[in-house]
C-alpha cells in the first residue's frame, strides 16, 4: 500500500507512534516513560557554578587601628589652641592700638574668652581679638567678682618696695599693722580718710606724697615733706585745714609721680596694704576694719 494511503487507516495515536518508530526517535514501549518537557526539566541535574571561595576563608586586608587619643594628647591639643589665640589677640591689638602697652594675656573660665589687662584696667576678648567686652565677670555659684579678683592681683605691689623712706611716717601704739596713702594735700577724700584713721590703734601709716590735683600741689607737698616735723604738719593741714609753712630742701616727687605712673596710681587715695593689695579712694572704718583684719601678711 502506498504511505500515503496507508497512514488513512491509523488512528492518530497510532500515526504518532508509528511515525516516531520510523523515525528512529524512541522505541512506542518507552513513549509512556517520557517525562513531560517540565518534568524532565525538574529531574535533569541543574548545572552548578563553579565553587567561589568562602569570604570567611578569603585572606582579609588588615584593618587600621585607631585608638582614642591620650588625655595628655589632648591636653596638649588644647594648650597649642590656647597659645595660637594668645599670639592672634596680641597681633590684632598691635594692629589696632599702636603704642599702647598690653599686658600678658590669659585664658578665663570662660571657654574662649581671654583677659588682657591695658593701663590697670581688665579687658575680655575673643580668640580672634575682634570683640572686646569691658565689665565684670562674675562666679554665680561663689558669688565672686572674678575681674576685681584678677584686677587685685595683676596690681599687687610689693609693700616693702614702694617709696616708704620719703613717706611721712605716723605709728600708733604697737605700730603692727602697716598701709600706705598715695594722697595729695588737695585730696578732699584723703582729708576725710584722715579722719577715719583717727579712730585706728596699733597701725604705722606711710603718707607718699602725689601732688596730681591742683596746681599748688606740689608746694603744699613740698612744704610738707621738709618741715622740720613733717608729722605735724601734715595733720594740721589734712585735718585741721592749717596751711603748712613754707618750707624747701630737696625732695624726691617726681620719682614719687614716676613710681605712681608706673604702677597705675591715677587717683587718690591709693591704699595699699602689705599683702600688696590696694584699695582705690577713701574707706569707712567699717571696711578699713575688714580689710586690715583679712589683711595675710608675707611669711
Known amino acids: 500500500m502506498p504511505f500515503r494511503s496507508s497512514i488513512r487507516h491509523f488512528r492518530p495515536a497510532q500515526a504518532a507512534l508509528a511515525l516516531a518508530a520510523c523515525w528512529g526517535l524512541m522505541a512506542p514501549a ?63 591689638f598691635a594692629q589696632r592700638f599702636p603704642g599702647v ?14 583677659e588682657i589687662p591695658v593701663q590697670g584696667e581688665l579687658y575680655y576678648v575673643d580668640g580672634s581679638g575682634r570683640y572686646m567686652l569691658q565689665g565684670s565677670l562674675i562666679d554665680l555659684e561663689t558669688r565672686t567678682d572674678l575681674t576685681a579678683e584678677r584686677v587685685a592681683k595683676l596690681t599687687a605691689v610689693d609693700f616693702e618696695k614702694l617709696p616708704l623712706a620719703t613717706a611721712v611716717k605716723q605709728v600708733r601704739g604697737t605700730g603692727e599693722r602697716k598701709i ?39 608746694e603744699k607737698a613740698t612744704n610738707i615733706m621738709c618741715a ?19 618750707a624747701s630742701c630737696e625732695t624726691n616727687i617726681d620719682e614719687l609721680l614716676a613710681f605712681g605712673k608706673q604702677h597705675n596710681v591715677r587717683g587718690t587715695p591709693a591704699v595699699f596694704f602689705e599683702d600688696g593689695s590696694r584699695v582705690g579712694g577713701a574707706m569707712t572704718f567699717e571696711q578699713l576694719t575688714r580689710r586690715l583684719e583679712g589683711v595675710k601678711k608675707p611669711s
Not at 535533569?44 to 582579609?60: C, I, K, N
Not at 602697652?101 to 581671654?114: C, F, I, K
Open 228 to 246: 622740720d616735723d613733717s608729722v605735724a604738719a601734715l595733720r594740721s593741714w589734712m585735718l585741721d585745714g592749717k596751711t603748712p609753712a613754707k
Open 101 to 114: 602697652t598690653l599686658g600678658e594675656v590669659e585664658q578665663t573660665p570662660l571657654a574662649g574668652v581671654y
Open 180 to 218: 600706705a596713702i598715695f594722697e595729695d594735700p588737695n585730696c578732699g577724700y584723703c582729708k576725710q580718710f584722715h579722719r577715719t584713721l583717727e579712730r585706728f590703734d596699733d597701725i604705722t601709716i606711710y603718707s607718699v606724697m602725689f601732688p596730681i590735683l591742683a596746681p599748688d600741689s606740689r
Open 30 to 92: 518507552a513513549w509512556a516513560d517520557t517525562p513531560a518537557p517540565a518534568e524532565a526539566a525538574a529531574q535533569a541535574p541543574a548545572e552548578q557554578p563553579a565553587e567561589a571561595a568562602s569570604p570567611a576563608m578569603a585572606p582579609q586586608p588588615e584593618e587600621a587601628v585607631v585608638s582614642a587619643p591620650t588625655a595628655a594628647e589632648l591636653a596638649a591639643a588644647e594648650k597649642a589652641k590656647v597659645e595660637q589665640a594668645k599670639a592672634t589677640i596680641k597681633q590684632s
